[in-house]
């Protein structure tokens, strides 16, 4: 066990948007020494290792993650990689004898997630999902009053996003060689052989990336964002996870190239209540605010919750008393906190990787009963579908030489 001063060395794997929010939200904490930065793409990782210095650190600049994990000084790592890329490196920096923090989604495929787990347990590891809602004191809150029968009888949780964007979307541009400084082969990893396309690269100027609207890489809204809120249902419901899940969606929007729903509804069921993800791109009713969020509709009352507050609106007749509360202290820094104290005294994490998979096997459930057209139960004893025939998509087929190996 480590002492409360000990350093711990971290390496940052892929350092893009996430990549970055992650390493300055690690800089904040004390105790940390960022020994390496890596990426595939040169422009990243440049800036990622001036951003290290200028905090005081003295980081390894490297393209490939394998000499980050075969480095026995670095004591943890931060996968920020497109989402493709998180269950192998997770599984190899377990291996390594490494702690990991791993962004959400654990995983691209249900068996993905699993072995992750497996990995987490067989090496003693710490590791840590990415859905740092989880370490916000009202979200925390919010979640108590769920599990205390303080809205009485729940039977009905909705989540939701809502965006409003321009039917070209992301456009159709053409593929074309990679731009400088891209190692393009080794950004695909495990997925199939692909041209370079600017899109399923997605790194343009003041956009988040692209990449998560391609099946190969990612799961669209639902596993980008939805995780973030099936996840606080799942932290308030006791971390089951659904019984059931039937989807409905489609690309009804947009005109570009992407591949994932730009709108879509789920239903879970959940032992003793049902659940709903929404999201769409052409609509907002004009609000501003409350277009991603969360309600438990309970029998005594409704709480809303979103990343700024909640607010627990009473039932016509009920006792209980309307209240608020709204969020004091950004949660992501919080989470990091949380992580590097669980490095040190070697206890679970407030998202730790079980837990993550299983907001993140909800999400890819959604995605495959649509793709699939059909209703999916899920086995929790054996961790798999009911339906056999919907099984062999719980796996993903890696691109040689990968192979993803507990």
């Given at each position: 066990m480590r002492g409360a001063n000990d350093r711990i060395a971290v390496g940052?794997?892929?350092v893009g948007v996430m990549g970055t929010e992650n390493l300055q939200a690690a800089m904040k904490q004390p105790g940390v020494a960022v020994a390496a930065v890596c990426d595939v793409y040169q422009p990243h990782l440049e800036r990622a290792g001036a951003l290290a210095r200028r905090g005081g650190n003295q980081p390894k600049e490297v393209r490939d993650f394998r000499q980050v994990l075969a480095d026995r000084s670095i004591d943890a790592i931060c996968i920020s990689t497109p989402d493709h890329w998180h269950p192998y490196i997770t599984v190899e920096a377990c291996k390594a004898g490494k702690d990991v923090y791993v962004e959400k989604p654990a995983c691209v495929a249900v068996?993905?997630?699993?072995?992750?787990?497996?990995?987490?347990?067989?090496?003693?590891?710490?590791?840590?999902?990415?859905?740092?809602?989880?370490?916000?004191?009202?979200f925390q809150k919010a979640c108590e009053m769920v599990r205390g029968g303080v809205l009485g009888k729940i039977a009905f949780c909705r989540t939701w996003i809502y965006n409003n964007m321009p039917q070209a979307g992301i456009g159709n541009p053409a593929d074309s060689q990679p731009p400088a400084g891209l190692d393009w082969d080794l950004w695909l990893g495990p997925a199939p052989a692909r041209q370079f396309n600017p899109n399923r690269f997605g790194v343009y100027p003041k956009a988040y990336s692209y990449f998560r609207h391609f099946w190969d890489y990612a799961g669209g809204h639902l596993t980008d964002s939805g995780i973030h809120m099936l996840d606080i249902v799942h932290m308030a419901l006791g971390d089951v996870m659904p019984d059931?899940?039937?989807?409905?969606?489609?690309?009804?929007?947009?005109?570009?190239?992407?591949?994932?729903p730009d709108t879509l509804q789920v239903t879970y069921e959940y032992p003793g209540c049902i659940a709903s993800w929404e999201h769409r791109c052409n609509n907002t009713e004009g609000l501003t605010?409350?277009?991603?969020?969360?309600?438990?509709?309970?029998?005594?009352?409704?709480?809303?919750?979103?990343?700024?507050?909640?607010k627990l609106t009473p039932e016509k007749g009920s006792d209980l008393e309307p209240a608020e509360m709204?969020?004091?202290?950004?949660?992501?820094?919080?989470?990091?906190?949380?992580?590097?104290?669980?490095?040190?005294?070697?206890?679970?994490p407030n998202s730790d990787i079980e837990n993550c998979f299983r907001?993140?096997?909800?999400?890819?459930?959604?995605?495959?009963?649509?793709?699939a057209k059909m209703r999916l139960d899920w086995d929790s004893a054996n961790n798999t579908t009911r339906q056999t025939e919907a099984r062999p998509y719980l796996q993903r087929t890696y691109r040689g030489p990968w192979k993803l190996e507990v």
């Open positions: 940052f794997i892929g068996d993905e997630g699993l072995a992750m787990v497996r990995a987490a347990r067989k090496y003693d590891r710490v590791v840590q999902g990415g859905t740092w809602q989880r370490s916000g004191a009202h059931s899940v039937v989807a409905l969606g489609g690309k009804y929007w947009l005109r570009d190239d992407s591949e994932t605010s409350r277009l991603m969020g969360i309600t438990f509709h309970g029998s005594r009352g409704t709480l809303y919750v979103d990343r700024a507050m909640y709204k969020r004091v202290t950004d949660p992501h820094p919080l989470h990091w906190a949380n992580f590097l104290e669980c490095v040190r005294t070697r206890r679970k907001s993140s096997a909800a999400c890819i459930l959604g995605n495959l009963s649509l793709r």
